[in-house]
């Protein structure tokens, strides 16, 4: 049983750029969370997703970011017009129910780095 | 809000000898913890949870922890470390009613020979 798989694991991206961000889930898991790391800090909460809904986004900042979860195919985060602030590990983790008790499952990341 | 401290933000040990990783969190309410490790440029790898039950929770790799609900702690332990432990460890924890984490900044324990 195959992982979390996130892709690209690495993104050079120039500012003012466009950054796609993907994840596809373990088998038979429903649930997306995203996540970022910036440098020496720990993971934020950005947003959770579920198939074809946003269940919440609290953590995503209010422009450029959105996120997607189709009933088809990988969650995808989108980051637009990117800044060097925007620099920093992304991950994206799954789960099999929308419950907190529920283990959380960790891809490798994608690291952006925006030049 | 929910919020989640590491007090050590590094912590140098030699081969097998005792470590400690210290993790405090804000509200008791119906907490859930968890201890995640992060080997370098990977992922995070679940150690163990505690969610109900015992205060003592076992994990994987000779990790253990012990939710303390007056000291609201809940610290890691391993009796002797090997220099595959060296890397960033991360406690988390999510709230009834919340599925997101939320972590503390890390401990980056490193085992010297």
């Known amino acids: 049983n195959a992982g979390v798989m996130q892709n690209p694991r690495h993104l050079v991206r120039r500012r003012g750029q466009e950054a796609r961000l993907r994840c596809s889930p373990m088998?038979?898991?429903?649930?997306v969370y995203w996540y970022r790391q910036l440098p020496e800090e720990g993971l934020k909460f950005m947003v959770y997703l579920q198939k074809e809904n946003i269940i919440d986004e609290s953590g995503m900042p209010k422009e450029r970011f959105s996120a997607e979860f189709p009933k088809e195919g990988p969650s995808i985060l989108r980051i637009q017009q990117v800044v060097r602030g925007d620099s920093a590990a992304y991950f994206c983790?799954?789960?099999?129910?929308?419950?907190?008790?529920?283990?959380?499952?960790f891809g490798p990341g994608t690291r952006l780095l925006v030049l | 809000a929910q919020s989640v401290t590491q007090l050590d933000s590094q912590v140098p040990v030699f081969e097998e000898a005792p470590v400690e990783l210290r993790c405090n969190y804000s509200s008791s309410v119906s907490v859930y913890l968890f201890w995640y490790v992060q080997y370098p440029n990977q992922g995070l790898q679940l150690l163990l949870k505690y969610l109900s039950g015992s205060t003592l929770v076992k994990g994987i790799n000779g990790f253990e922890a012990e939710f303390n609900k007056s000291q609201t702690s809940f610290h890691l332990r391993k009796p002797s470390v090997h220099i595959s432990d060296t890397a960033e460890y991360f406690c988390a924890a999510s709230q009834g009613g919340s599925e997101k984490l939320v972590f503390g900044k890390g401990t980056k324990l490193t085992v010297n020979p």
């Open positions: 088998k038979g898991h429903s649930h």
């Open positions: 983790a799954s789960s099999p129910r929308d419950s907190f008790r529920e283990t959380q499952y």
